[in-house]
């Protein structure tokens, strides 16, 4: 019996789990939103990379064409769950272990008793981890929070990642219940609605996370600017951007309208939608309400018109800026060097480098990425080489989001490699560097070496599948003619509490004319015609 499906189990690990939470949402002052409007061989990169040491880096937040300008002064940021919670404590994989069979308990008794007898010595620190490691499943998550919670190692931050897992599986429930015992615990709770508004926002429930902001007055806390930036952050980020201007106008008597609150907005519309009509609205809209652009405005504005391909109007903005007194920071020259570069002036591209160095400036990863993108994308290769040596050069060391240019722009066999070269330089490929590889090897109809990419993934590399990878191996594997696996990979991911797809569902119910290990098999031979003319990945 699980632990998770049985109501009387859950009141006796919380007294409160199913006491009612007020569920009536009082109006909102404003009408519903109108609707929105050939893969090349070349030689080995391995010579080049080979030359960094091995230093783990972290993801660069603004990378050639999906540039992203950093919201760091738009207000109080919604830092608030990193992607990673990386904890070093040997004993985390076992507690994990040790938390899914005590799941499987009958009583709290019985799965306490099995935790406590494990011999686990429990720290914040490993309860951080265990819960992000479960969030996938957040009933044995939610057993991790209240055997720390026991052992008095359990804290604001625990209930924080805690109230994230569920809100992104909707036990939007539970969550307040946390939330009330921590009120009524005298502990601090501000960031936690904030955790709450955010997951309310990426459920694509914008009215809901407008009332957990009004509900702060009643936990004894006013909202302040901050909070209410927060809110703004939390609906563009999540798609919900004519709402959050709604919200922003209706609110101007409580919170005066500031240049702060328009560049949440226009952040929203030049890096979630990249939408430049709208976000030439939202700059009209400020010169109506007397708002004067600053620095970050212009630098949206700029990222935008890159995104889209537009040099004249990035250009013109670009000296616009130094005109009004504003100096123009690394974002906006990594906008120009990436626009510059996809409209084949590579030699501009590198005077702005040469400029920016002559300024003080430093480029980072993301500048010399943003000339290493367009270039594979383009296919020039060799180019891109060359870029990538000047990179290594200057002392800046390749990222992951350099290695995936690269694997994007190469063949697979190049891809494969460039994976191994990645753990060598210290840089842990991330879910998103095997969607690529195994994307390439869909493409080519090599469901094998997928299969073979897949098993890697998870053994090798220990890179837990998500539902997009689930989504392109099983849709991969049936289009290949693989439905028994396609099928086996389909339970499989169900099996881990990732929802059903009905696409996949009616792809799989589909049926194949002939016998399906027919199929298979003449898709094996397919794959070995193919393996003699491109040398296979693996033996």
């Not at 430093?362 to 060799?382: F, G, W």
């Amino acid at each position: 019996m699980s632990l998770f499906s049985n109501k009387t189990i859950f009141r006796r690990l919380h007294p409160h789990f199913f006491r009612s939470f007020p569920r009536s949402i009082p109006p909102l002052p404003y009408a519903p939103s109108p609707p929105l409007v050939t893969s090349i061989a070349i030689f080995p990169f391995s010579w080049a990379f080979r030359r960094t040491p091995c230093v783990r880096f972290q993801l660069s937040r603004c990378f050639a064409s999906h540039l992203h300008v950093s919201a760091e002064n738009l207000g109080t940021a919604l830092e608030l769950i990193p992607e990673r919670i990386d904890c070093h404590d040997p004993s985390k994989h076992t507690l994990v272990e040790s938390l899914t069979v005590a799941s499987q308990f009958s009583t709290e008794a019985e799965a306490t008793t099995y935790l406590d007898d494990s011999g686990i010595k429990p720290s914040l620190e490993l309860v951080y981890s265990v819960i992000w490691e479960l969030r996938e499943n957040w009933k044995v998550a939610f057993l991790a929070f209240k055997w720390g919670e026991k052992r008095e190692c359990a804290d604001e931050k625990a209930c924080e990642l805690l109230v994230w897992v569920l809100g992104n599986h909707h036990k939007f429930g539970i969550a307040w219940t946390l939330i009330r015992d921590l009120h009524r615990a005298s502990l601090s709770i501000r960031s936690v609605l904030l955790v709450m508004i955010d997951r309310y926002a990426a459920a694509n429930n914008p009215e809901k996370a407008i009332w957990t902001f009004r509900v702060m007055e009643k936990f004894r806390m006013s909202p302040d600017q901050d909070a209410f930036y927060s809110l703004l952050k939390a609906l563009c980020n999540h798609g919900n951007i004519e709402e959050a201007e709604e919200f922003m106008f209706l609110s101007k008597k409580l919170f005066p309208l500031q240049t702060d609150g328009f560049n949440i907005i226009l952040s929203g519309w030049c890096n979630i939608f990249v939408d430049i009509l709208e976000a030439k609205r939202i700059w009209r809209e400020m010169s109506k309400c007397c708002i004067v652009p600053n620095a970050t405005s212009y630098t949206l504005m700029i990222s935008c018109f890159s995104k889209i391909g537009n040099l004249f109007d990035s250009m013109r903005l670009y000296e616009e800026m130094k005109k009004r007194g504003w100096s123009p920071g690394l974002e906006v020259y990594n906008s120009l060097i990436f626009i510059l570069t996809r409209e084949n002036l590579c030699k501009e591209a590198l005077k702005i480098l040469d400029k920016m160095k002559h300024l003080g400036i430093q480029p980072d990863s993301a500048t010399y990425n943003s000339m290493i993108r367009p270039l594979c994308e383009a296919k020039k290769l060799v180019e891109a080489k060359d870029v990538l040596a000047n990179m290594i050069e200057d002392n800046v060391k390749p990222t992951t989001d350099t290695y995936h240019a690269f694997i994007e722009g190469s063949d697979l066999n190049i891809g494969w490699e460039l994976l191994g070269q990645m753990r060598k330089e210290g840089l842990r490929p991330t879910g998103g560097t095997f969607l690529l590889l195994l994307s390439k090897c869909f493409k080519l109809g090599q469901a094998e070496n997928a299969l073979n990419i897949w098993a890697e993934m998870k053994q090798l590399y220990e890179v837990m599948p998500d539902k997009a990878h689930y989504e392109m191996l099983v849709e991969g594997l049936s289009r290949c003619g693989m439905l028994n696996k396609a099928r086996d990979y389909y339970a499989e991911m169900r099996s881990r509490g990732f929802t059903d797809d009905p696409k996949l569902q009616k792809m799989l119910k589909e049926r194949v004319p002939g016998n399906i290990e027919t199929v298979e098999c003449l898709s094996r031979q397919v794959h070995k015609v193919r393996s003699k003319r491109v040398s296979p990945l693996r033996k």
